[in-house]
């Protein structure tokens, strides 16, 4: 099963509460998830598919060593997406933080923080043949 988008625009979530593109404060014990999704593709833009995005911030986010990531990495990866598992319009980056995320036609993604020229270049235009998908919202509207 192929869980990534390819050609693909996430829009932040109808009730966001960002102004900005933020970054995810971090907890005192370590990275959030949304800090770690943050620090991965902001670092790496378009290196990430979203299989390969949920996967590595699944393994550092658990803190699984590198040593049983290289015996049984192909295991635990086959584990992993055996799983139920929400996608990236579920992420706190587009709900909570303000950041869009652009998935190009070869599945990598990188962010888009709401504010800028490019951002609104997707929402206005469709960015050509980039499909819009909006995050989900973070709470049930009445």
């Known amino acids: 099963m192929d869980w990534n988008y390819y050609d693909t625009f996430i829009t ?3 009730d966001c509460p960002a102004v900005t593109g933020t970054v995810p404060p971090d907890k005192k014990d370590g990275k959030t998830k949304a800090g770690i999704e943050f620090q991965l593709v902001y670092e790496h833009p378009y290196e990430y598919t979203q299989e390969d995005l949920l996967y590595e911030v699944h393994v550092r986010h658990k803190g699984i060593p590198q040593e049983e990531l290289a015996a049984k990495g192909t295991q635990i990866r086959d584990e992993f997406f055996q799983k139920p598992m929400a996608c990236l319009r579920a992420s ?18 990188a962010l888009v923080p709401m504010e800028s020229d490019l951002y609104q270049q997707f929402i206005e235009s469709g960015k050509g043949d980039v499909k819009l998908l909006p995050a989900m919202r973070n709470s049930r509207g009445k």
Do not use: S, T, V
């Open 12 to 14: 932040i979530a109808a």
């Open 92 to 109: 706190m980056l587009p709900k909570k933080f303000g950041w869009g995320i652009h998935f190009n036609k070869e599945g990598k993604m």
